[in-house]
């Protein structure tokens, strides 16, 4: 074990810096390595040097974690986190940890003496065709004096809701990444969080919106295809935030731009009827891991099987 007089916070930097210029991570993974381990830090003031992280003081932080009181909001309180939650602070905590211990700092990762919380996923991430209705009914109902803005709305919904991408995906899309000819989406790597490019077909619906808004937005000069209603350049995250809290007061919907992914997922298995649309799904998704395509239809409701059970039969025994 190395004899260092560097602390954590330093040597955390580093960890960020090697994970952001030779694993070339998203700038949303970095910011939550770092969120976390920043709580980490600020309950646990105790820990300062990498001998200080022992499995009592890892323990002694998951128990502030669950039993801690904070507002949320202006006005509400809570007291502890989600299983899933727990399970994410470890995972992200565990990969810091892991380098410390392989580059001699530690030398061993508590956490791998510590078992995995088992977490029951029972909330459903996916919205419903009311929901699905009643978003879609407040852009249409949401004034607008630019008629660029609303087309650009009506397009953002169709691609959220048939293409399944993520929305920093969402963001970074150019219109050279749209092939009107081959009806076909390509997402880049550079945009992906799998760092991999995927193509993805393009629904009629969504071709139409997409035409109708190419005409609109013909003058602007910015490639990223979602247009600033304010400028020509790209619609910002704080844009895209701010156009979330509006649709959310209009709509009565509480959702996030992910819930639309989920709901991609799950209407691709619904309306797919094909032994290997599992298979299918990961690639449109753009997973590397089948596991986490799995970890998207969790909440598929058991009455959507009831059809796949009525076509069992004794005659197609093996």
């Given at each position: ?8 916070k ?21 910011r ?18 990498p ?5 009592s ?35 992200k ?5 892991e ?16 078992p995995?919380?088992?977490?029951v996923?029972?909330?459903?991430r ?13 852009i ?14 009506i397009l ?10 993520r ?13 009107l ?23 009629p ?48 919907v ?47 409701p058991?009455t959507?099987?009831?059809?796949d ?8 025994l093996?």
């Amino acid at each position: 074990m190395k004899n260092t007089e560097r602390n954590l916070k330093e040597l955390f930097e580093e960890f960020i810096n090697i994970q952001k210029f030779t694993k070339c991570l998203r700038p949303e993974t970095l910011r939550g390595y770092r969120q976390i381990v920043d709580t980490f830090m600020r309950m646990m003031p105790e820990v300062i040097m990498p001998s200080d992280i022992t499995t009592s003081t890892i323990v002694d932080f998951y128990r502030k974690l669950q039993t801690r009181t904070r507002i949320i909001g202006k006005d509400t309180e809570k007291t502890g986190v989600r299983q899933s939650t727990i399970l994410t602070y470890r995972q992200k905590t565990r990969l810091f940890f892991e380098w410390l211990k392989n580059n001699g700092y530690i030398a061993i990762n508590p956490l791998n003496k510590i078992p995995f919380p088992k977490v029951v996923y029972e909330d459903i991430r996916y919205l419903t065709k009311d929901e699905v209705n009643r978003i879609f009914t407040a852009i249409l109902l949401n004034p607008q004096k630019n008629p660029l803005v609303q087309k650009r709305d009506i397009l953002m919904f169709y691609i959220l809701l048939y293409c399944g991408i993520r929305k920093s995906e969402l963001q970074g899309l150019e219109i050279r990444d749209f092939d009107l000819n081959a009806k076909m989406l390509t997402v880049r790597g550079e945009i992906s969080k799998s760092k991999i490019s995927r193509r993805i077909p393009l629904h009629p619906t969504t071709i139409f919106h997409l035409k109708d808004y190419l005409k609109e937005r013909s003058r602007c000069k910015t490639p990223f295809l979602l247009v600033s209603g304010n400028a020509d350049r790209g619609l910002s995250s704080h844009g895209l935030k701010h156009w979330v809290k509006r649709m959310i007061k209009i709509s009565g919907v509480k959702f996030h731009l992910h819930r639309f992914r989920h709901t991609f997922a799950t209407n691709f298995l619904n309306s797919t009827h094909t032994n290997n649309n599992i298979i299918k799904l990961k690639e449109l998704l753009g997973h590397k891991d089948i596991k986490m395509t799995l970890v998207y239809l969790r909440g598929l409701p058991a009455t959507q099987m009831s059809s796949d059970i009525e076509n069992l039969s004794i005659d197609n025994l093996i």
